[in-house]
């Protein structure tokens, strides 16, 4: 699929990415594609370090001028780092991208009514991993879509002898789940809570919908729904009591079915997702971490050349390419986007709520900058009985304060 037009004088772009190797071979293997395609283009793949490091060489070299043409990084709250008003191109207008996407990424990676990025591979979905064949064995012939059809759930799992709901606090981050996966049904009751959250408008400890995921951890834990080594078990051990069926349920983030089906082969044909249920089943959807972007700085040179490239790279041309570069483990957050037919079960199960309307949003920390970093010792705090939901909440504000004003945000 020739984007560039044929008659462009010889172009050299330079595109850069972190150094995994996941993000080097779709890149490496979107540039051939994308030259092939367009013979008079060259595009030489760099990369750049990850984590700090790679955040420090990704703020300099905008700052500096020495940006490539094309750069993968962050999309959601590490964005409002780079200044993008000043530092990137506004791609907004650009209709081979802006109708590609699908709208819930690109609150990710907007400044107002300006869009940044576009997607860079595949989104995971944070909400329940479960056992179906646990849920047959129990008589749950479909998945819960409110709080009070999860909670009865559980209580027909128990009298099976399994345990409802299996955590993984020795494994601090796993703890988070519950609440963080709960955002969807925050946003669909408050859609301007992220503005209003990160304005120093809104608090978990006053408002009961925003910690609803507070509470809904600290009511599996009172009703004795939790696995009995929910204490000291790991990440490992979750993943092994699902798939072996000695746990129902795992509050947990998508990207963990690849290693599902690798430890323990064939079971993840028999574990299924669904976003964490709300009050009302008229408003049921997940909570998304959508995948890092493409930006292009505004220093290029090489503009058109630059958008045809990250058009194509979300094309169906550039999606096949992804597929066979770096197979994805959730949806693309692309419309229309055909998945290949090996994924797993909990990708198509994803997949169901991306072809659903207003069935996706974002998590928090890709709308807001602010997440306090005690979060995952509160919900363990929460999740095993030491703290109340009222008083985690409390807990957790102040937290978010002090990271607030570690940020200089106005409002704090």
């Not at 609803?212 to 790991?234: I, M, P, Q, R, T």
């Not at 690798?262 to 009050?279: E, L, M, R, V, Y």
């Not at 041309?317 to 483990?329: I, S, W």
Request: charged content about 15%.
């Amino acid at each position: 699929m020739s984007i560039v037009p044929a008659h462009a004088d010889n172009i050299t772009i330079h595109v850069s990415g972190d150094n995994s190797t996941a993000a080097q071979a779709t890149l490496n293997a979107m540039a051939t594609a994308f030259e092939k395609a367009n013979p008079t283009v060259t595009v030489v793949v760099d990369s750049r370090p990850s984590g700090t490091d790679g955040d420090n060489f990704t703020k300099t070299s905008l700052s500096t001028g020495t940006a490539d043409d094309v750069i993968e990084y962050n999309s959601g709250s590490l964005l409002q780092a780079l200044n993008p008003t000043t530092t990137l191109t506004d791609i907004s207008g650009v209709k081979a991208i802006e109708n590609e996407v699908i709208p819930s990424f690109n609150k990710a990676v907007s400044v107002g009514s300006h869009v940044y990025g576009a997607p860079f591979g595949s989104t995971m979905g944070g909400g329940i991993l479960y056992n179906k064949a646990v849920f047959k064995k129990a008589g749950i012939k479909s998945v819960p879509v409110t709080w009070a059809q999860f909670m009865a759930d559980c209580a027909l799992i128990k009298k099976t002898g399994v345990a409802p709901v299996i955590q993984t606090f020795k494994d601090t981050w796993t703890s988070q789940l519950f609440f963080l996966g709960d955002f969807f049904n925050v946003a669909a009751a408050e859609p301007n809570f992220a503005a209003n959250y990160t304005a120093n408008k809104a608090k978990f400890a006053t408002d009961k919908i925003a910690a609803e995921g507070f509470y809904n951890a600290a009511a599996v834990f009172k009703a004795g729904y939790l696995n009995k080594d929910f204490a000291s078990a790991d990440n490992n051990t979750g993943l092994k009591e699902l798939a072996t069926g000695t746990g129902a349920m795992y509050p947990m983030l998508t990207f963990v079915a690849p290693t599902i089906d690798s430890q323990f082969p064939g079971a993840s044909s028999n574990i299924g997702f669904f976003g964490i249920p709300g009050t009302s089943a008229k408003s049921n959807g997940i909570t998304v971490w959508e995948p890092a972007a493409l930006y292009i700085p505004k220093t290029t040179q090489n503009l058109a050349t630059a958008e045809a490239f990250v058009a194509f790279f979300n094309s169906p041309a550039g999606l096949d390419v992804q597929n066979t570069a770096n197979p994805p483990t959730g949806p693309y957050a692309v419309k229309g986007a055909v998945l290949p037919n090996n994924v797993d079960q909990v990708t198509k199960d994803m997949q169901a709520y991306f072809n659903k309307p207003n069935a996706t949003y974002p998590a928090l920390e890709f709308l807001s900058p602010v997440k306090g970093p005690n979060l995952e010792n509160i919900t363990v705090e929460i999740g095993d009985g030491q703290v109340t939901p009222q008083k985690g909440a409390a807990l957790y504000d102040q937290d978010v304060k002090a990271e607030a004003q570690q940020l200089n945000l106005p409002g704090w």
